[in-house]
């Protein structure tokens, strides 16, 4: 049997789910809703480090399949040639390079790899079938259990916002870009965007609803409509404003209006009134 391949968080970023746990009240009562166990297997699923490791078996395979052609010196070399345990032992040193590049924080993941899945590293260095077993190797992929709780936190958010969770995590891409991303996902970036909505949706909302316009409104039209409605509120602002002036000026001068200061001029004369101002 196949042992489970475990992969962790790093510190920092159970602080940031903690912090998101804090913010949003909510959290706390959808961490045991019967849909957050199916939330969490697709964010796992959809994880930049989970994606990393699942990914990296291959590079690991290929560069045992070059150490069984060097040491058979054949171009069809033997079916059952077996790696010898230093081919494979310097191959899983490689394994772990590719997981450490290029940051300090993946060298971090790649040590916390091989202290936590030594059962691993033990079936690389004796299967006999070592091929089959790094082909298998992706569907063991599992999240370390001492990161449970804090996965919770992250099906919380996407039953919180499950719209953009979904957006978040996916990299869908807008209907006017042409390449579309691997669905993967940081956890540091998924809590910004988060909290951000969170603090402000409606500005959010707003921008994708300039997008999101329907087929017989152009986005051109949508947005000279939001102009001209944006200089009717100008001018309605203005307006009050000059009313509320020459009200002073009848009350100070009695309804007087040649005592008034010529010199100082007209609300319009002095510019003091951006166009563009809303009130």
């Not at 070592?130 to 996407?158: C, N, T, Y």
């Not at 719209?163 to 993967?184: I, Q, Y």
Request: aromatic letters at 10%; glycine letters at 6%.
């Amino acid at each position: 049997m196949l042992p489970f391949i475990y992969v962790s968080l790093l510190p920092f970023e159970k602080t940031l789910l903690e912090n998101v746990a804090r913010a949003d009240d909510s959290i706390a009562n959808r961490v045991n809703e019967p849909g957050n166990p199916s939330a969490i297997t697709k964010l796992f699923e959809r994880w930049g480090w989970a994606v990393s490791v699942g990914g990296a078996f291959a590079d690991l395979e290929q560069d045992l399949s070059d150490a069984k052609e060097k040491e058979t010196s054949t171009s069809n070399p033997s079916p059952d040639f077996v790696p010898s345990p230093r081919q494979r032992e310097n191959c899983y040193h490689a394994f772990l390079g590719t997981l450490s590049y290029p940051q300090l924080t993946n060298k971090c993941r790649a040590d916390n790899f091989d202290k936590e899945n030594e059962s691993f590293r033990e079936s690389l260095l004796l299967s006999r079938d070592i091929f089959r077993f790094l082909r298998s190797a992706p569907q063991h992929v599992r999240m370390s259990d001492s990161d449970s709780e804090h996965w919770k936190i992250m099906g919380a958010m996407m039953l919180r916002f499950p719209d953009e969770m979904e957006r978040w995590t996916a990299n869908r891409r807008l209907s006017f870009e042409l390449l579309a991303s691997e669905a993967r996902f940081e956890i540091w970036q998924v809590v910004r965007m988060y909290l951000n909505h969170l603090v402000g949706p409606s500005a959010g909302k707003s921008l994708l609803g300039m997008w999101g316009t329907p087929p017989h409104m152009s986005l051109q039209l949508k947005i000279w409509e939001e102009k001209q409605a944006e200089y009717k509120r100008s001018q309605a602002g203005l307006n009050r404003l000059l009313q509320e002036i020459r009200g002073l000026e009848s009350s100070e001068f009695d309804g007087d209006e040649n005592s008034i200061d010529d010199s100082t001029g007209s609300v319009d004369e002095r510019g003091d009134i951006e166009d563009n101002e809303v009130f």
